[in-house]
């Protein structure tokens, strides 16, 4: 009952929420607790006593990069819906919080002329999402116009540069550091006429419409491209396209999507996911690495 009090006290808080809620694939078991703290220094007493309480905790965005198991997860998932400001503090220079959902970002930005977002208009995540996972499309990456992001860190606020943050290819220093949260970032953007910036919005949105499964559940792409070559090439070449197992589905428009098609666990999904890497190493000798994070599975 303590937990409960303390913690609908700084959060709103749910308790008979599951990972299907909160996931674009829609699969996964009961959360114990599930909970947005009101603002960044309600989430700082939050993880404060979630660690003298030895709860497990996580932080989940949009839940558009996870796959979670049936089990029920006996800890408290951190949604940062309420911490999602934004503001300019110059002509080339935004601060948004992690809880800002990206294509509403993008569409804003737009609207008042400010360009280098468009890349990630149709990713589906929130800012502390991709800024986790140095998301990108077309050739451009969130480590591009990241110029600083603002951590709680071992109980302090600190603000770490780009080269601290260690961005690769769908990648960061927070991958290694998972005790840290992600709060905010600063990013660079450069004024531009709204109709260029709608237009490449629409354009890179009509190029997802025609090679994307995007009316299915999915987490996005589920490999990450190997060098000099594209995953979905080798999954179709291995003639999974189409595959269905237990309800998890190889897509027919994007082979590297594996989709929900209706019943499907995380734990078919693994089995898929094997399935593919096997298959792929075994033809070309080229071992894919998960894009797609796997949890409480
Ligand atoms: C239809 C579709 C299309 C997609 N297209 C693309 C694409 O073009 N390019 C691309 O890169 N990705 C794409 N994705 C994948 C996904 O949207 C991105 O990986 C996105 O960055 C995930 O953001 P999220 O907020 O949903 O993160 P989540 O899936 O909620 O979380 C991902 C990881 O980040 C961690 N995390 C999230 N927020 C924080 C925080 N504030 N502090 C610390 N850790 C945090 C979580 O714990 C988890 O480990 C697509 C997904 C879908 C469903």
């Known amino acids: 009952m303590e937990i409960i009090n303390f913690l609908s006290s700084h959060a709103d808080l749910k308790l008979d929420a599951s990972f299907k809620d909160i996931t674009t694939i829609k699969m996964g078991g009961k959360i114990k607790y599930l909970i947005s703290p009101f603002d960044m220094n309600r989430l700082k007493l939050i993880i404060n006593f979630l660690k003298e309480y030895a709860i497990p905790y996580k932080v989940v965005g949009r839940g558009s990069n996870m796959v979670c198991g049936s089990r029920d997860y006996n800890g408290c998932v951190i949604l940062l819906e309420h911490i999602n400001h934004y503001h300019f503090e110059d002509d080339n220079t935004i601060y948004v919080e992690s809880g800002m959902v990206i294509p509403r970002l993008a569409n804003t930005l737009a609207k008042l002329g400010y360009s280098g977002l468009e890349f990630a208009s149709g990713i589906p995540g929130n800012l502390g999402g991709l800024v986790?996972?140095?998301?990108?499309?077309?050739?451009?990456?969130?480590?591009?116009?990241?110029?600083?992001?603002?951590?709680?860190?071992?109980?302090?606020?600190?603000?770490?540069?780009?080269?601290?943050?260690?961005?690769?290819?769908?990648?960061?220093?927070?991958?290694?550091?998972?005790?840290?949260?992600?709060?905010?970032?600063?990013?660079?953007?450069?004024?531009?006429?709204?109709?260029?910036?709608?237009?490449?919005?629409?354009?890179?949105?009509?190029?997802?419409?025609?090679?994307?499964?995007?009316?299915?559940?999915?987490?996005?792409?589920?490999?990450?491209?190997?060098?000099?070559?594209?995953?979905?090439?080798?999954?179709?070449?291995?003639?999974?396209?189409?595959?269905?197992?237990?309800?998890?589905?190889?897509?027919?428009?994007?082979?590297?999507?594996?989709?929900?098609?209706?019943?499907?666990?995380?734990?078919?999904?693994?089995?898929?996911?094997?399935?593919?890497?096997?298959?792929?190493?075994?033809?070309?000798?080229?071992?894919?690495?998960?894009?797609?994070?796997?949890?409480?599975?």
């Open 132 to 297: 986790f996972m140095n998301a990108g499309a077309y050739k451009k990456e969130m480590s591009d116009i990241i110029s600083e992001v603002l951590v709680l860190s071992d109980g302090e606020y600190k603000w770490l540069n780009r080269e601290e943050c260690a961005f690769s290819y769908r990648h960061s220093i927070f991958h290694e550091r998972r005790d840290i949260v992600i709060l905010a970032a600063r990013l660079n953007l450069v004024k531009r006429p709204c109709d260029d910036i709608r237009n490449l919005i629409q354009d890179r949105l009509a190029r997802r419409r025609a090679t994307q499964p995007l009316d299915k559940p999915s987490c996005g792409s589920c490999f990450k491209n190997p060098e000099g070559d594209y995953a979905w090439r080798l999954i179709d070449g291995v003639g999974m396209r189409g595959y269905n197992y237990h309800g998890i589905e190889v897509s027919q428009k994007h082979p590297n999507f594996i989709i929900n098609a209706g019943g499907g666990t995380g734990e078919a999904f693994v089995a898929t996911l094997n399935l593919v890497k096997t298959r792929v190493l075994e033809e070309y000798g080229v071992s894919l690495r998960e894009e797609v994070e796997i949890f409480n599975c």
